[in-house]
């Protein structure tokens, strides 16, 4: 598997890179594990997501805060400094658990917990459909999108994040896991006390990432995000 750290200038073509990357292992048959850190705050909401729903766009107006869409489900996220973002484009094949979403989510956390267990005085859990957790602590969400050969599966895990600007930004999500009990963000959300590069090793180390990806494809970033995730057509579609 080919690695990429890489964090462009804006939230558009940190979007666009995820979705370039996927449709380039698509087309090449190659697979690609990615780490981005962003610079500034912004919104992601997942691709059925309604922003009047799950976002409080007067307080992101407000703060200055843009809202992005992503081509994954799952729900709403805040971005910013402190988050570490992973990417993962893996190749399906029929007869491994990721012929399926929930045994995608299964192999994929499974193999980011034990990556982070021996970091950590206690190891992480996977709770819900997609979230891992210390205790009943949420510092991970995860979402995948999929195509015919391909999936990707990305996600953040908070390390330094400003955690009481969720609660300004967004309200509870109108789709909770059984285990948050309608607990607001600051009850449900933590940071890993681990430092970033600790974690990119680990989790290069884990998917085998030993290579760097050479060919970034970046004239598709620049396409998909002048094309696609600046417009307003696309970002407040629901």
Not at 2 to 10: A, C, E, G, N, R
Not at 205 to 221: G, M
Request: net charge positive; aromatic share 8%; hydrophobic share 40%.
């Amino acid at each position: 598997m080919k690695h990429l750290d890489l964090t462009l200038p804006t939230p558009a073509e940190n979007l666009a890179c995820d979705e370039a990357l996927f449709d380039w292992c698509e087309e090449s048959g190659g697979e690609v594990l990615r780490f981005w850190e962003p610079r500034d705050h912004f919104v992601v909401v997942g691709y059925a997501n309604r922003v009047a729903r799950e976002v409080n766009a007067e307080a992101c107006a407000a703060r200055g805060v843009p809202i992005f869409r992503r081509v994954s489900g799952g729900g709403t996220v805040l971005q910013g400094p402190g988050c570490l973002n992973y990417s993962v484009v893996l190749k399906i094949t029929e007869a491994s658990p990721l012929a399926g979403i929930s045994g995608t989510n299964r192999l994929v956390l499974g193999k980011i917990q034990r990556a982070l267990a021996p970091l950590l005085k206690t190891p992480p859990a996977i709770r819900g459909a997609s979230d891992l957790c210390l205790g009943a602590l949420k510092f991970s969400g995860n979402a995948q999108r999929r195509k015919r050969t391909h999936l990707l599966f990305h996600g953040t895990l908070l390390l330094d994040f400003d955690l009481p600007l969720i609660s300004a930004l967004l309200p509870l999500p109108s789709k909770q896991p059984d285990y948050r009990g309608n607990r607001g963000h600051g009850e449900f959300l933590t940071n890993l006390p681990l430092a970033a590069s600790a974690v990119k090793a680990e989790l290069c180390r884990a998917w085998s990432a030993d290579a760097p990806l050479e060919a970034v494809p970046l004239e598709r970033i620049q396409k998909l995000a002048a094309e696609k995730y600046s417009r307003p057509e696309w970002n407040l579609k629901f």
